[in-house]
């Protein structure tokens, strides 16, 4: 997959991610009603709204991306209904020929990891039969409980040649009170990116592991440091845009050439309409909209990283 | 919750949760076989001989102790059906009086937190409707992204009276990786405990707060130590049994007369069957082999803890 997402990357000239992270007020309230009206105010009809808004989203810029990155936690919040929207949704973006990031962000001793690297990314078996229940392409992974935790996702990705995103440094203002802490002249999360560079070694596609990191916007300066730890390691950078990193921090994230980071955006794309910049093009046209602000970041992003 | 907690564990007399994490190879063969035949080789077959699997577990349980530990992992391996038992299992739980601690380890960004918060302890918005997607009673939560990641479980638990456990120090043999990490004359899982005792003097209830800890019964030594350290803080042991630790192990996570810790235990509980030492019982029997292992470990518990 990290070959593929190379590949696309290429293809498309665009290091860029689309985060599907839908809450309900980036929803037009057209959509929203008539979801309601459908299925009541249930977590049915709240699904039903991010399932419509999401196939909005999807078919108004899956040509000029890569992939995309939908965070479970915004489908989760609506239980099994929305559950099953996530699902769908990674499924309707792989029709699309997106590859799908599922930010997952999990991590438990190793029989449990086990259980969340077969559910996500490879299969699991029932009886004789070996099924996919999730099936994204690449998660992201939590390393607070140690290698052990990380690594039944490492023995699924070489099995299903998936990829998985360790957080090393994440894009939120709080991320430094445990992450910045210093141990040993190092900081936690130089530790980890130390690790996920041993780890990316062991599980090498053509250019790039098969183990990446999850570097935030935010810092930019730890990007450029990180990039340099983790020399195989695809990076993948959210924090640009609404959480305020922009394109100029970008570039110490990227090896020379443009590849080696890929760059999300969530809300700055999906609820774009929400945006003054955008808002002509109305709640109607909020794909559109979206379409608008996935070709502006792609622009600004080509313009910083060369 | 909290202080439902404790009086269940005075009630029980039994500071005992149960993990119910179930793996196919724990269930009988004649319960898998029974649920193929309806459903196939299917994660819908899977998921029904889960909750066929779960259900005698809790009914021959259910009066012996306070609460169980479902692993979501467990359940989300098998997709969307599996997930489906998971909230049909805490639901079933509830009617029998059981406390319910969602193990998740979910743990984010601050907006993303407040989704898995909403959908896991809280409620979430639907139009006008406000509804409890999973409603469990407790979470356990991922610390590695800092305090805006933890905030709106502690929103979502002062507003609906619930409770979290932090990861301090895990049960697994690698935890010591990073959570042992020596920054500043501290562990990382020190920093992370003076957190929670922070947290946790906000949001008191009766005797203890709302936020408590999870600390492996592997660690005693560290047990003792943190137990002092987060002195208003519930602490949940994992590691107990199968995974090495031991009644005499447990004292230094209590206070004096037993309360303050509560101890899981997982497959050596639901796979007892399995074990040599309550073989008697066949695969038939394995509620009746989990109900007399609940009953030794409560016992073996009360002779360490007074």
């Known amino acids: 997959m990290i070959d593929r997402l ?29 979801a309601f009206e459908e299925y009541s105010e249930t977590l049915e009809g709240a699904a039903e709204a991010v399932w419509t808004f999401n196939r909005g989203i999807i078919d108004a810029v899956y040509d000029l991306i890569p992939a995309v990155k939908p965070q479970i936690a915004m489908y989760e919040q609506f239980g099994l209904p929305g559950l099953a929207v996530y699902k769908k949704t990674i499924d309707y973006c792989h029709e699309k020929g997106l590859l799908v990031i599922g930010d997952i962000k999990r991590g438990d001793i190793g029989s449990t990891s086990s259980a969340y690297a077969a559910g996500h990314l490879g299969k699991v078996q029932v009886g004789s039969a ?33 990829g998985i995103f360790v957080l090393v440094k994440t894009s939120n203002p709080s991320s430094r009170e ?5 141990c040993g ?9 130390m690790q996920v560079a041993e780890w990316a070694d062991t599980l090498m596609g053509k250019e790039y592991s098969l183990v990446g990191a999850v570097v935030g916007a935010t810092y930019p300066e730890m990007g450029r440091a990180l990039r340099s730890m983790m020399p195989r390691s695809f990076i993948l950078v959210p924090g640009y845009g609404a959480q305020g990193g ?18 999300n955006s969530s809300r700055g794309i999906i609820a774009a309409w929400k945006q003054e910049k955008y808002a002509s093009f109305g709640e109607d046209g909020y794909a559109a909209a979206a379409r608008a602000a996935v070709l502006d970041m792609i622009a600004d992003i080509r313009s910083a990283v060369r």
């Open 178 to 182: 445990l992450q910045d802490l210093e």
């Open 185 to 193: 002249g190092k900081t936690v999360y130089e530790h980890v990116a």
């Open 6 to 34: 190379t590949e696309k990357i290429r293809e498309t000239n665009a290091p860029v991610v689309v985060g599907l992270d839908p809450m309900l007020s980036y929803i037009p309230s057209a959509i929203q009603e008539k």
């Open 246 to 263: 922009k394109a100029a921090d970008l570039a110490g994230f990227f090896h020379p050439g443009g590849l080696g980071a890929i760059v």
């Open 130 to 162: 070996l099924i996919a229940p999730f099936d994204e392409d690449f998660a992201t992974v939590n390393p607070y409980l140690g290698s052990d935790g990380v690594r039944p996702f490492l023995e699924v990705c070489e099995k299903e040649k998936k």
